[in-house]
């Protein structure tokens, strides 16, 4: 891909070691609920953004890839574990997914697959009591994260490995 391009959205792994761009919006950006894409993302569902191949570039690090089947393979990061991308062997498309991207709001699915595979609790969710995540201030301040931030960030960023070295 050409350096000139200006990405249309960034993603990458919880720890920062791998980044990818996508140079054109996801299309049928859906849901998978089939059991082998649950078990790839270890949720009851995989989201994920589809874009041709051409509109998509690793930027920083080398995924590693697992083979899930005769025609599909996974992307993922060796070192933190993060599910990033699916993709057919034989096809010009590359799935990212929802979550790994820096923006995941901008990429709302519109459609589901493999619904044989829905959990029948799936439907219920909104019914749930929920409530925001918040911790008191002084405990905020004992949590030191080492998430990358979700913006690219320069090519020897590392993670801060203790609570000193935050920002």
């Known amino acids: 891909m050409s350096e000139d391009r200006t990405p249309v959205l960034t993603g990458g792994c919880q720890c920062g070691a791998v980044r990818y761009a996508l140079y054109a919006p996801p299309e049928d950006v859906h849901i998978c609920h089939c059991r082998m894409c649950q078990k790839a993302v270890g949720g009851p569902f995989a989201p994920l953004a589809p874009v041709r191949k051409g509109d998509f570039q690793w930027t920083r690090g080398s995924p590693g890839a697992f083979r899930s089947s005769t025609i599909a393979e996974r992307h993922f990061c060796r070192d933190c574990g993060t599910p990033l991308t699916f993709h057919y062997v034989n096809s010009d498309w590359i799935d990212v997914t929802i979550g790994s991207l820096d923006a995941p709001e901008e990429a709302p699915p519109a459609n589901q697959y493999g ?21 008191p201030a002084a405990q905020k301040r004992r949590i030191a994260s080492f998430q990358h931030p979700d913006h690219d960030t320069p090519p020897d960023w590392r993670p801060p490995q203790t609570a000193t070295e935050m920002p």
Not at 116 to 125: C, I, K, P, V, Y
Not at 129 to 135: A, F, I, R, Y
């Open 115 to 135: 619904i044989e595979g829905r959990l029948s609790w799936f439907a219920g969710l909104h019914a749930l009591p929920g409530e925001e995540t918040s911790l």
